[in-house]
């Protein structure tokens, strides 16, 4: 069982940066992959950015060149850089987790909220 943790939420101004932090706990030695996705109400949520256990990258055509995804190992977490935002970034954001015997975790979300 995999707990995850977020924070860094906020409101910021546009073109200001956010960075955003979900720590893990419990099995963290069975994730492969981590991610950050993110949900307005009443829409589908959507992928974001994705990093593995090997430190391969994945983002969102949205977010690609302004978002960047990484991970500090000593301290079970994983970040999300968010650089340039814009008004349509506003949502609430969730880590999530997935182990080599697919399971899925998710956090409870944060809200982000970009101001024009």
């Known amino acids: 069982q995999v707990q995850l943790v977020e924070s860094g939420g906020g409101l910021v101004q546009a073109g200001g940066s956010l960075r955003l932090s979900c720590a893990a706990s419990g099995s963290i030695f069975s994730i492969i992959v981590m991610g950050w996705y993110r949900q307005a109400p009443g829409k589908q949520r959507e992928l974001v950015a994705t990093?593995?256990?090997?430190?391969?990258?994945n983002y969102a055509d949205s977010v690609k060149g302004r978002f960047a995804i990484s991970r500090d190992n000593a301290k079970n977490t994983v970040y999300l850089q968010m650089n340039s935002l814009k008004p349509e970034d506003t949502d609430v954001y969730y880590c999530?987790?997935?182990?080599?015997?697919?399971?899925?975790?998710w956090g409870q979300g944060t809200q982000v909220t970009v101001s024009s």
């Open positions: 999530n987790a997935v182990s080599g015997y697919g399971k899925v975790a």
């Open positions: 990093i593995t256990s090997g430190g391969r990258t």
